[in-house]
């Protein structure tokens, strides 16, 4: 039987919207119309591996074949985007180590409770709930006799492997400093290793962002951070994301996005705050 090579098989329009849909519901990513290329080079090694000729069959085994799960887990990897670094957008970290942290210090100050709770949404390989911990170490603030976590939530099972090992390479350190990256890295061979100190603060945890069981467990949260993660959401999905994180933030709690993404066609929820070169949304009080 004539078998075409994979790197001749094309992705036809019907195919990808067939694909395109399934996406979209399973894991809320969205591949417009001008992805169409980007979708079919990110999924084709998946044809090979299971040699199959066509994008419809491929969609078939996505939907039928008793091996699915297996696929979805492997599939995700390769559509998801995991750019990220330490300390990535200063000005609005700046704002989380300076008033947030102030803030949230003052409240519990006033109610006597002893926790810090954070969650990097999306958190890809785990550079941004490290750089969490790390500024909350370095703030000062939250030390003896409190109970701090940050958790590190993502669909995409590889990343997570890689941030629970904690050792990156140079291109993670695009926006540290000499000074910073002594404190709280050593050096591993070639490798350059999270010490154990910021370490014990973060754990990881596989879910999709879409769904509530994700998050089991984790509420109230005082401060979520969900940075060039909706970017790749429809309108409709980064609603149900946002209304997870409502319901699972503490009264008065902070929601930090990336710098194009905002809340603006979403949600009038939250109060958005506006701090030079950064804002954030809070929830208010007494809800
Ligand atoms: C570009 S990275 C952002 C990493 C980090 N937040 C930052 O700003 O540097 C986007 C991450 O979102 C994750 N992601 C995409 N869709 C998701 C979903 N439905 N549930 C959980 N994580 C998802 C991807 O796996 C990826 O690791």
Same mark, same amino acid.
């Given at each position: 039987?004539?078998?075409?090579?994979?790197?001749?098989?094309?992705?036809?329009?019907?195919?990808?919207?067939? *694909?395109?849909?399934?996406?979209?519901?399973?894991?809320?990513?969205?591949?417009?119309?001008?992805?169409?290329?980007?979708?079919?080079?990110?999924?084709?090694?998946?044809?090979?591996?299971?040699?199959?000729? !066509?994008?419809?069959? @491929? @969609?078939?085994?996505? +939907?039928?074949?008793?091996?699915?799960?297996?696929?979805?887990?492997?599939?995700?990897? &390769?559509?998801?985007?995991?750019?990220?670094y330490f300390y990535r957008e200063q000005p609005q970290l700046g704002v989380f180590s300076d008033q947030i942290l102030?803030?949230?210090?003052?409240?519990?100050?006033?109610?006597?409770?002893?926790?810090? +709770?954070?969650? !990097?949404?999306?958190?890809?390989?785990?550079?941004e709930? @490290?750089t969490l911990?790390?500024l909350?170490?370095?703030?000062?603030?939250?030390? =003896?006799? =409190?109970?701090?976590?940050?958790?590190?939530?993502?669909?995409?099972?590889?990343?997570?492997?890689?941030?629970?090992?904690?050792?990156? &390479? &140079?291109? !993670?350190?695009?926006g540290?400093d000499?000074?910073?990256?002594?404190?709280?890295?050593?050096?591993?061979?070639?490798?350059?290793?999270?010490?154990?100190?910021?370490?014990?603060?973060? +754990?990881?945890?596989?879910?999709?962002?879409?769904?509530?069981?994700?998050?089991?467990? *984790?509420?109230?949260?005082?401060?979520?951070f969900?940075r060039n993660?909706?970017?790749?959401?429809?309108?409709?999905?980064?609603?149900?994301?946002?209304?997870?994180?409502?319901?699972?933030?503490?009264?008065?709690?902070f929601?930090f996005l990336g710098h194009a993404e905002?809340? !603006?066609?979403?949600?009038?929820?939250?109060?958005?705050l506006r701090f030079p070169g950064a804002m954030a @949304?809070?929830?208010?009080?007494?809800?």
């Open positions: 039987m004539f078998h075409p090579s994979s790197k001749d098989v094309e992705l036809e329009e019907e195919e990808f919207r067939l *694909l395109r849909d399934f996406i979209h519901e399973r894991f809320g990513i969205y591949f417009d119309e001008g992805q169409r290329a980007s979708l079919r080079t990110r999924l084709l090694g998946r044809l090979q591996s299971l040699d199959l000729d !066509s994008f419809e069959d @491929y @969609y078939h085994h996505l +939907r039928f074949s008793p091996q699915r799960d297996e696929e979805l887990a492997r599939m995700i990897t &390769h559509i998801t985007n995991n750019e990220t102030r803030k949230l210090r003052e409240q519990k100050q006033r109610s006597g409770e002893r926790t810090l +709770r954070l969650l !990097s949404a999306g958190c890809s390989t785990g550079e709930p @490290y911990a790390m909350v170490y370095d703030s000062g603030q939250f030390f =003896w006799n =409190w109970e701090v976590s940050v958790t590190g939530l993502d669909v995409d099972p590889v990343a997570l492997d890689k941030a629970q090992r904690a050792a990156y &390479h &140079h291109n !993670s350190f695009r540290v000499p000074g910073l990256l002594e404190r709280h890295f050593s050096k591993n061979g070639r490798e350059t290793a999270v010490k154990e100190s910021i370490r014990r603060m973060v +754990r990881f945890r596989q879910g999709n962002l879409m769904a509530a069981q994700s998050y089991a467990g *984790l509420a109230p949260l005082d401060v979520i969900c993660v909706l970017i790749y959401f429809s309108d409709a999905t980064i609603r149900t994301v946002v209304g997870h994180f409502w319901d699972i933030l503490a009264p008065g709690g929601l905002s809340l !603006s066609r979403i949600t009038d929820r939250f109060t958005p @949304y809070q929830k208010p009080e007494g809800v």
